[in-house]
């Protein structure tokens, strides 16, 4: 089968919420959303790197992190295909890498349901 691995942190509501809308653009099952809290990683990647970034292993086995791995989700998908195209070209991956990093590192911020030192931007997720 076709399909690509994704991995996610369950922990994270912005991570559930984002799996949730990839599900529903998966209308011909190309993805296999896997939570963290229940993966066996493959080789090459770290629970900590894995909670810190997405990660989407092709089924030729190749890794995406990061931006990369958002843009190569897109390009799956009719609806945003065009958008993981052009995300994927600099300059706008450029910019697409460094907002990434940016982002993932504050979105434990954004959780409704968090703990008390993520709510105060201390605990390791967070910093």
């Not at 076709?2 to 509501?13: A, I, L």
């Not at 990660?55 to 009719?78: E, Q």
């Not at 295909?81 to 991956?93: C, I």
Request: with cysteine; net charge positive.
């Amino acid at each position: 089968m076709n399909t690509h691995t994704v991995y996610y942190d369950d922990q994270c509501d912005v991570c559930r919420k984002s799996m949730a809308r990839l599900k529903w653009l998966d209308s011909n099952q190309r993805i296999k959303a896997t939570p963290l809290s229940q993966a066996n990683l493959p080789r090459g990647i770290t629970m900590d790197d894995a909670r810190r970034k997405l990660h989407v292993v092709a089924p030729d086995g190749t890794i995406y992190r990061g931006w990369r791995a958002v843009a190569k989700l897109m390009r799956l998908f009719p609806l945003t295909w065009p958008f993981g195209v052009v995300g994927a070209l600099p300059p706008v991956s450029w910019f697409g890498r460094a907002a990434y990093r940016a982002f993932a590192r504050r979105r434990y911020v954004f959780n409704r349901l968090r703990p008390r030192d993520c709510r105060t931007g201390t605990c390791r997720h967070c910093t």
